[in-house]
C-alpha cells in the first residue's frame, strides 16, 4: 500500500489562503470519507485539524476546512497565521487490512 | 480529557526486540469504545501506522510488519503495549501512542518517544 500523494511544500502570506492537496485512489481516499488531517510543528506530536473529510474537532479554529472530490482531498488553510507554519499530513482509512493510510507530508511556510 | 504517556528505551541493538509501554490517564481503557494504537515516525520523514488493539485484546497489525508485531493491553494497569522482534536500523524512529475513535482519525498522541537503533 503507497502513501498518499502531497506536494512537498505549499507557502502564502499572511492573511492569503493556501490549499494542500492530498492524492490517493478509490481503495482508500475515493471509497470511503474517513479523511483526517493533522498539524505537526517540529518537535511536537502530530494534532488533529480535520476528519471524516470535513469536520473540525472543537478548538480547531474555522480557518481550517477540509474537502474531497473522488481520489483527491484537500484542506485549505485561511487567513493564513504565522503560527500555521507546519507540516500537514493527511491519512484516509483504506480497508480493514489498513486502517490508516498516510500522505507524504506537505510543510507549509508562511512568508 | 484521555493523556498518553510513552516509556521504555531510547536504544536498541540490532537484532533485539523493542518494547514500550503507553500509559492512560483520565479515563479507562477498558470503559471507552476506542482502539488503541501505535504510530512511528522516522527522523524528518512521514507517519506509518504500527497497530491498533482494543481493550478485549483485538489487534490489527500493518501488513508490512505483522510478522514481528505483538500489541497488548493490561486493563488492570491502564496501559497497552507495543512488541517490534528483530529491529534494524529501519525501524530508527519517533514512536506514538495514540487513541483511535471510529472514525479512522486520530484524536490524541502521546508526546512521542525517540528509539535508536544502533550497536
Known amino acids: 500500500q503507497s502513501a498518499l500523494t502531497q506536494p512537498p511544500s505549499a507557502s502564502g502570506s499572511p492573511g492569503q489562503s493556501v490549499t494542500i492537496s492530498c492524492t490517493g485512489t478509490s481503495s482508500d481516499v475515493g471509497g470511503y470519507n474517513y479523511v483526517s488531517w493533522y498539524q505537526q510543528h517540529p518537535g511536537k506530536a502530530p494534532k488533529l485539524m480535520i476528519y471524516e473529510v470535513s469536520k473540525r474537532p472543537s478548538g480547531v479554529p474555522d480557518r481550517f476546512s477540509g474537502s474531497k472530490s473522488g481520489n483527491t482531498a484537500s484542506l485549505t488553510v485561511s487567513g493564513l497565521q504565522a503560527e500555521d507554519e507546519a507540516d500537514y499530513y493527511c491519512?484516509?482509512?483504506?480497508?480493514?487490512?489498513?486502517?490508516?493510510?498516510f500522505g507524504t507530508g506537505t510543510k507549509v511556510s508562511v512568508l | 480529557q484521555l493523556q498518553l504517556q510513552e516509556s521504555g528505551p531510547g536504544l536498541v541493538k540490532p537484532s533485539e526486540t523493542l518494547s514500550l509501554t503507553c500509559t492512560v490517564s483520565?479515563?479507562?481503557?477498558?470503559?471507552?469504545?476506542?482502539?488503541w494504537g501505535w504510530v512511528r515516525q522516522p527522523p524528518g520523514k512521514g507517519l506509518e501506522w504500527i497497530g491498533s488493539?482494543?481493550?478485549?485484546?483485538?489487534?490489527s497489525y500493518n501488513v508490512t510488519l505483522k510478522s514481528r508485531v505483538t500489541m497488548s493491553v493490561d486493563t488492570s494497569k491502564n496501559q497497552f503495549s507495543l512488541e517490534l522482534r528483530s529491529m534494524t536500523a529501519a525501524d530508527t524512529a519517533i514512536y506514538y501512542c495514540?487513541?483511535?475513535?471510529?472514525?479512522?482519525?486520530?484524536?490524541?498522541w502521546g508526546q512521542g518517544i525517540l528509539v535508536t537503533v544502533s550497536s
Open positions: 491519512s484516509s482509512h483504506a480497508g480493514s487490512n489498513l486502517p490508516y493510510v
Open positions: 488493539i482494543y481493550h478485549s485484546g483485538f489487534t
Open positions: 495514540v487513541i483511535l475513535p471510529i472514525d479512522y482519525s486520530i484524536i490524541n
Open positions: 483520565g479515563g479507562s481503557i477498558s470503559g471507552s469504545s476506542y482502539y
